[in-house]
C-alpha cells in the first residue's frame, strides 16, 4: 500500500475545483509579473507589472472598429496565434462577445455625443454626402462638426 504522505493527489483535486481559480488560468489576477520594459533603444529596465485583461479586451474592440475588422478576426487561427505568441494570459472572447462590446462602445460614444450636443445646439454643422459604388451600392454619410470651447 502506497503512502500518503507527501502525496500532491488532494492538491491537485482542488486546484481542479476551487472556485478562486478558474480553469485554464494559472495565474493570479492580481500577481504582479516581472517583464523588461524598453526604456530607451539601448536600455531595457526591470519591472512589474499586473495582467488586467479588460483594457486588452477595450482596445481589441477599437481595433476592429477603426481598422473595419470582421468580428469574425477572433476565430481564426492566424490571429489565435499571433495573440497566443504576443499576450499569452489574454483569452479571447468569441465573436459574438466582441460584436456585443462593440454595441456597448456605440452607445456609451452615442450617450455622450447627446450630452455634447445637448449644451450648445447653436455651435454644430450637420453635412450629408451621397454616392453609388462601382457595384451600385448607394452609401450616405453623416457628418457633424463641432466647435467646443478648446
Not at 110 to 130: A, G, H, N, P, Q
Request: aromatic share 10%; proline share 3%.
Amino acid at each position: 500500500m502506497e503512502s500518503t504522505l507527501g502525496s500532491t493527489t488532494n492538491l491537485n483535486n482542488h486546484l481542479k475545483t476551487c472556485l478562486k481559480r478558474p480553469r485554464g488560468n494559472t495565474s493570479n489576477s492580481k500577481q504582479s509579473e516581472l517583464a523588461f520594459v524598453k526604456v530607451s533603444q539601448e536600455t531595457t529596465d526591470l519591472s512589474t507589472s499586473v495582467f488586467d485583461k479588460d483594457p486588452v479586451r477595450k482596445a481589441l474592440v477599437r481595433t476592429i472598429i477603426m481598422d473595419e475588422l470582421s468580428f469574425k478576426i477572433v476565430e481564426r487561427e492566424g490571429f489565435k496565434y499571433f495573440l497566443s505568441i504576443a499576450y499569452p494570459l489574454f483569452s479571447l472572447p468569441s465573436r459574438w462577445t466582441i460584436r456585443s462590446d462593440c454595441l456597448d462602445l456605440f452607445n456609451s460614444m452615442k450617450s455622450v455625443m447627446k450630452k455634447c450636443f445637448e449644451k450648445d445646439i447653436s455651435r454644430f454643422c450637420l453635412t450629408i454626402d451621397t454616392w453609388t459604388s462601382l457595384q451600385r451600392i448607394s452609401y450616405m454619410v453623416l457628418t457633424a462638426h463641432l466647435v467646443d470651447d478648446e
